[in-house]
């Protein structure tokens, strides 16, 4: 099991002491540190920023989102941070939702599948440098020839040659299609609700991808980051309290009413009803109401809380069930340390 620290996104202020997490990170023996965005900060300047005093270990982002760039930006991104690192690049992408995508980013969110589709299709030509890189699809036509085309585009290579051909692609993926094509297509998945409990939910749509015509890896070769709070604590309760709004937010305040994905993949976990409950609360400005309905048992599921020996035995049942790595936001370099110390 490899340990991988998720830094995240910022919020109204940039955070303090990341230099300090990361350096502990790389001297504990992570394997990787991740970045995030939603609507603030990117996820490639911090990675390259804080990624710079870093020799060892991987820089991911978890999860850059596509519409935000184009296909060839994304892979111009992560071109040039591979050659300044070293070659130690994994690129995490995913599509967001509705909300952010076109209340944003002004692009519109339908096929996200489809979208998915032909953004690593065009990245993976991009840094293969093998032909120049077209696309035939209606999403990114490479040459563009749709409406205000001048007629002059033409296909092009990049002008620095890569430093890998293949750099590991990730996909963040919730729902079973979405699963499913992730492990047809991609290196690795994302998964932002995996738990021990739910993990047998997902096999089939895994086995879907893997077992399709073409597809790229095999479970003895494929990523999977599953994000988890780890702490060590003689204090479970207080812990698990402290997760609850985090959890409630995800389940009733992410997305709109009638799409919010994250409260689907609670609904497919058998929370249907408290989902459906928390979302009112949520929705009505009833924040705290809504925290206090989680369950401590679905807390406990996502997480890993308590003394040293049961965290050491709940990561062995995370790993028993495929995930090769979990991302982990710590607060300090004193807790990177002290979890590296007990998972050693």
């Known amino acids: 099991m490899k340990l991988g620290l998720q830094l995240g996104y910022w919020g109204a202020q940039p955070p303090a002491g990341t230099a300090e997490l990361v350096s502990a990170a790389e001297e504990a023996g992570f394997d990787a540190i991740f970045t995030a965005e939603a609507w603030g900060s990117d996820a490639f300047t911090p990675l390259a920023w804080w990624g710079r005093e870093t020799s060892r270990v991987r820089l991911g982002t978890s999860i850059v989102q596509m519409s935000g760039r184009t296909p060839t930006s994304i892979a111009m991104h992560a071109l040039t941070l591979d050659h300044l690192s070293g070659g130690r690049v994994v690129l995490g992408m995913g599509v967001s939702g509705p909300q952010v995508v076109e209340g ?180 009505e400005g009833r924040k705290d109401e809504a925290a206090a309905r989680i369950p401590d048992e679905l807390v406990d599921d996502m997480h890993i809380i308590g003394s040293a020996g049961e965290v050491r035995e709940r990561v062995a049942q995370w790993e028993e069930t495929g995930v090769t790595t979990l991302l982990l936001s710590c607060r300090s370099a004193a807790e990177v340390r002290e979890i590296a110390e007990v998972l050693a």
């Not at 489809?114 to 440098?129: D, H, K, M, N």
């Open 104 to 283: 944003w980013y002004g692009q519109p969110f339908s096929k996200p599948l489809a979208r998915t589709r032909e953004v690593v299709s065009i990245i993976r030509q991009v840094l293969a440098r093998e032909e120049k890189v077209t696309n035939d699809g209606p999403h990114y036509p490479l040459p563009y020839v749709g409406e205000g085309a001048t007629g002059l585009g033409k296909p092009l290579k990049p002008i620095v040659h890569p430093l890998r051909s293949d750099i590991p692609i990730w996909l963040g993926a919730e729902g079973p299609k979405n699963v499913a094509q992730t492990a047809e297509i991609a290196d690795g998945w994302i998964p932002i609700f995996y738990t021990p409990k739910s993990a047998a939910m997902y096999q089939p749509w895994l086995d879907e991808g893997f077992a399709r015509e073409g597809a790229r890896r095999t479970r003895d070769d494929f990523e999977i980051a599953a994000t988890c709070h780890v702490q060590i604590t003689d204090d479970k309760q207080v812990v698990l309290d402290g997760m609850k709004p985090v959890t409630a937010l995800y389940m009733g305040g992410m997305g709109a009413k009638d799409q919010n994905f994250h409260k689907q993949v609670f609904e497919r976990m058998g929370y249907a009803e408290l989902a459906a409950e928390v979302q009112a609360l949520y929705l």
